[in-house]
Structure formats: structure tokens, C-alpha cells
């Protein structure tokens, strides 16, 4: 157990097995290992005789085989006799199984065969996959990473929100060859050539410029979804290639083609970075209606920049921000934002690290201010949202954007949610049409249909030290239910799952309110729970 590649284990056999039951050739016998951790890890078999030339599905460099995991909680002997089963099937594939088993799984392999570290050229792809063969465009930052993109506006938008800013010269053209089918190891283009005569004779000037690598973006289409994987191909310098001629755009583009045909490639490893990739695998039924809406969040403090983020991570095309205060180091324990952002407004150092995060999406508008202060073309901009959420903003501001929002020829949809003191209630309030929300407040600005009382004395409202501020002396796991709760009913709202105004409401912990000096209300009979009732 000392030796490679079984050295770590505790313990191992050799086991004998019968060629002829084998169409893999030349192995006659199998290694099946424990570890330390056993029976709480898997067996490991190993087929020293396969090689490591990726001849055989699931045989991996070391000659480790890659199989199914068996149930910790199965009998351990019986364990390991099914992994050398399993074993004995693997090396018994038909040769129709085994090009089937490379092509299903040819990222990974694509991957193993690498010839480049992702860590030392790292590739990615914004676009969409499913496509046809084409012409598109990529970029090689100062760390040699490659992005590769649909067409240099889309890219540049894409490195601009990611905080680059390249020149067109530094997007270069590429081409996307698209595979009939994916490749076998045996397949891989070693060699320029294997590539160049793929390509349509008409994208080779384009591509392939002297003293500068060509990459390319390849996809295929495999059983479980589409991939990418990328190849950089690389020519002869200038200079050698200008020998003989007055000058580097004298020499024939065959002449350039043709000193990349005999150079090896480098075949990298590429990671989907497109919306639909994201936002759920290719499989996020929701993501191809969420990012066509536009969405603005008014109110970017502990509980609108929480949602903000999730409505981001979940997939909204736009997010339109507005908020007048600056974070300050009294918000970082509860705000999403950092240490680093203090001293900046909210709205516009949200947006800057949302799209930094999620450069696929939008974030241009970031609105420094109070919605009573927003300019004419500020508000026409809201009112062209498909839905505006206020995020625990005062009574002042909920009232007035109440009043502007129901006079519109065509509303947006209003989600409005808010918690209750030490945040043990919440409400995200979802409003259609000309509904209003400030009939349900009564003359002291209380909501009807409050779920805690609380004597003056509680400490549900604190001042803080040396001013006149005040707050909620609650944490940010308090919120995040609140927060939760009110994403996921704009979602259904832009979703078309939730048609009719409605109200959310969120009981946390019953008994703490009682501890805290509070007095629940009829409604708030349980903990835990949250509620959907009509508006």
C-alpha cells in the first residue's frame, strides 16, 4: 500500500480475474483498496493493467476505475463485492458503450486531458449554447484568462461589469465550431491541423493572425446538455514569418495558416458562464421569463439590498436601485455589503457589487436619492418597470411613491415588505393595478393588520449612541425569513404564478416576543410559519 497508486490506503487485495470475461485487453487482474475511514468511505478498485491513456471509459489517470458509490449502511463485505462487479461490467463494456460512455461524459474527459492547468489559462464562455458554427469574439486579460463572447459589445458590456475595460483591438475575432458529435479521447486534436481543417476557408484570415494565438471555442452536444470546451492554437512570430518579405502584410495568409498546422495545441478546460448556466444548469424553469424583467427596489438597507441579491441570484434581468442614505459601519453586521463600502451610498455600491457579480444582468441605474426626490425621467423609469418593491423605507416615502404609483395610466405591481420590532413579524404586501396600500394603515401609521404590540418601554426602538438616529435592535438572522419570504413572492408575481394582490406574512419565534416585552396578536397563534392571505 505504499506504492502508487494505491499508496494511503489501509489495506488491499489483488484479485485474480479471467481475461476472456474482459473485452478490455490485457488485464488480468484487478486491486480493490480500503481506507482508514472504512466502512464510512467507498472501496477504490484499480485496473494496473488498463493504462492510463484513456482507452476505456471510467478509467481514470492513476488506473483508478469510476464507479457507482455504494450505501455506507450496506453489510461492508457486500460492499466491496458489488464494486468489483461493477468493476468486471465497466471493463466488459461493448465497443458501442464505451464511445457512448466518452461522448456522455466529454467535459470530464476533456477536462483530464487538459494540456494546460485551468489555474494557468482559465476559459470562459458567455454564450448561449445550442447554437450554430460562427464567427464570434473573445479576450485575453493580463493573467491569460480567455472570455469568450457573442460579438464585441456584448463582451465589452460583459468585462465592463466585471471591471475591465478593453479596447476594441483587445477583442479579438474567434470562431465557434460546432461538433456533429463529441469527440473520444483518441480523437482530440493533437496539432494545428487537426483544427484547420474543420474550419470553413473563409474564417481562416479572420482567425488566425501572425504572432498571435488563435483561440477557438468548441461545442458539443452531449446526452445530459450542451459544452464548451476551448483550444489555443499557436502560430509562427512575425518576424520569422515576414523573412523574406518587405513586410508582415506581404506574406500570404496561407503562408500564416499554415506555421499553426504542425504546432501542438493547448486544449482547455472552459466554464459556462451564461445566464441560463447560473441560474439553475439548464434547468431553471423560471430564468428565461426572469430575465426579461426589469425590476426597481426602492429602499437599499439591510432588508432591500438582501433582496436585491436574491432577486439577482434568482435571475432578474434588471434591477433599478434608489436610495439616498451611505452605509455606515453601524449597518455592516445586518447589510450585504462591507466594510470595504463604507462611506458610499447603498444604491450605488450595490449596484457596483452586483455587477460585479453577476455581469450577465443589469445594474446601470442606481438612483442616489429619495423617492420623493427623483426627477421626472427618474420616476418615468420606474413607472416602466414590471414591478417595484419598497424594502422597509419610512411611512413618508411609502405613502408618496403609494400616491405617484396609483396614478399611473398602467401601475407596475408593488411588493412592499417590512419587519416588525426585533423582526420577530414580516409582511411583503403584493399589490396589482390601482390597489392601494395606505387605506390599511391607520392615523398612526400602523398597519391594520400588525401581528405585535409593544409598551414604550420594550426597547423596540433604540437611539443611538451620541445622535438622534434610531433603530431595531434586531440581528440579521431575524430578517432573512422577512427577506425570503418577500423575494419569492415577487418572483411569483413576475412569474405569473401569484395573479391576484395578496399579502405574506412571517411569524417567527411566538414566545420570544412575549420574553421581549411584546404582546402577540389573535394572529400570531404559531412560530415558524409563514402565511398567504387575499389582499
Known amino acids: 500500500m505504499e506504492s502508487r497508486p494505491f499508496k494511503g490506503n489501509a489495506a488491499g487485495w ?3 480475474v479471467d481475461p476472456q470475461t474482459l473485452r478490455i485487453g490485457g488485464v488480468d487482474h484487478l486491486v480493490v483498496t480500503i481506507d482508514s475511514h472504512f466502512p464510512n468511505s467507498q472501496p477504490t478498485v484499480f485496473a494496473p493493467q488498463a493504462g492510463t491513456n484513456f482507452r476505456w471509459p471510467h478509467v481514470e489517470g492513476n488506473t483508478k476505475l469510476c464507479l457507482i458509490a455504494t450505501r455506507c449502511a450496506t453489510e461492508p463485505g457486500e460492499r466491496v463485492l458489488d464494486h468489483l462487479v461493477a468493476a468486471k461490467e465497466l471493463l466488459a463494456f461493448s465497443e458501442e458503450k464505451c464511445v457512448d460512455e466518452f461522448q456522455r461524459e466529454f467535459l470530464a474527459y476533456w477536462k483530464q486531458r487538459a494540456t494546460i492547468r485551468e489555474e494557468k489559462r482559465h476559459c470562459i464562455s458567455i454564450l448561449k449554447p445550442n447554437g450554430l458554427s460562427r464567427q464570434i469574439v473573445c479576450n485575453f486579460d493580463a493573467e491569460g484568462r480567455i472570455v469568450f463572447g457573442e460579438d464585441k459589445e456584448s463582451l465589452k458590456q460583459w468585462l465592463h461589469n466585471r471591471g475591465r475595460n478593453p479596447s476594441d483591438r483587445e477583442v479579438i475575432p474567434s470562431h465557434l465550431l460546432r461538433l456533429s458529435r463529441p469527440w473520444i479521447p ?3 486534436p493533437e496539432v494545428g491541423h487537426d483544427l484547420i481543417k474543420l474550419l470553413p476557408k473563409e474564417v481562416l484570415p479572420c482567425v488566425f493572425t501572425a504572432g498571435r494565438p488563435a483561440p477557438l471555442l468548441i461545442e458539443v452536444a452531449t446526452a445530459t446538455g450542451p459544452g464548451f470546451a476551448a483550444v489555443v492554437l499557436d502560430g509562427a512570430k512575425a518576424k520569422d514569418l515576414s523573412n523574406g518579405f518587405r513586410h ?14 504542425a504546432r501542438p495545441v493547448q486544449r482547455i478546460p472552459v ?11 439548464d434547468h431553471n424553469c423560471n430564468y428565461l421569463e426572469l430575465t426579461t424583467k426589469k425590476v426597481a427596489l426602492v429602499g437599499c438597507g439591510a432588508v432591500g439590498a438582501a433582496v436585491a441579491l436574491l432577486l439577482a441570484q434568482a435571475g432578474v434581468g434588471e434591477l433599478l436601485l434608489v436610495d439616498s442614505d451611505s452605509l455606515t459601519t453601524a449597518n455592516v453586521g445586518r447589510h450585504p455589503l462591507g466594510l470595504d463600502h463604507v462611506g458610499t451610498n447603498k444604491a450605488s455600491a450595490l449596484s457596483l457589487v452586483l455587477r460585479r457579480r453577476y455581469p450577465h444582468l443589469c445594474f446601470e441605474s442606481a438612483f442616489q436619492t429619495r423617492f420623493e426626490d427623483l426627477t421626472r425621467s427618474d420616476r418615468e423609469k420606474l413607472a416602466g418597470t414590471d414591478l417595484i418593491v419598497t424594502a422597509g423605507i419610512d411611512f413618508d416615502g411609502e405613502v408618496a411613491l403609494d400616491a405617484w404609483r396609483v396614478g399611473l395610466p398602467r401601475p407596475p405591481a408593488l411588493v412592499s415588505t417590512w419587519v416588525e420590532a426585533f423582526a420577530a413579524a414580516g409582511h411583503a404586501v403584493l399589490l396589482y393595478g ?3 396600500i395606505r387605506p390599511a394603515f391607520d392615523e398612526a401609521e400602523r398597519p391594520t393588520f400588525q401581528l405585535t404590540d409593544w409598551p414604550e418601554d420594550a426597547g423596540a426602538l433604540i437611539v443611538e449612541a451620541g445622535c438622534g438616529n434610531v433603530f431595531q435592535p434586531h440581528g440579521v438572522i431575524d430578517l432573512h425569513p422577512t427577506v425570503g419570504m418577500a423575494a419569492g413572492l ?13 399579502r405574506r406574512y412571517w411569524l417567527g419565534d411566538r414566545a420570544k416576543v412575549i420574553e421581549s416585552g411584546g404582546t402577540p396578536r389573535p394572529d400570531f397563534d404559531e412560530s415558524g410559519v409563514m402565511r398567504a392571505v387575499p389582499w
Open 186 to 188: 483518441e480523437a482530440y
Open 248 to 261: 508582415i502584410a506581404r506574406v500570404p495568409y496561407q503562408h500564416i495558416v499554415k506555421s499553426f498546422a
Open 271 to 281: 466554464a459556462r458562464a451564461d445566464g441560463a448556466w447560473i441560474h439553475g444548469r
Open 434 to 436: 390601482k390597489q392601494a
Open 490 to 502: 415577487v418572483v411569483d408575481a413576475l412569474t405569473g404564478k401569484v395573479m391576484e394582490s395578496c
Open 14 to 16: 489483488r484479485i485474480e
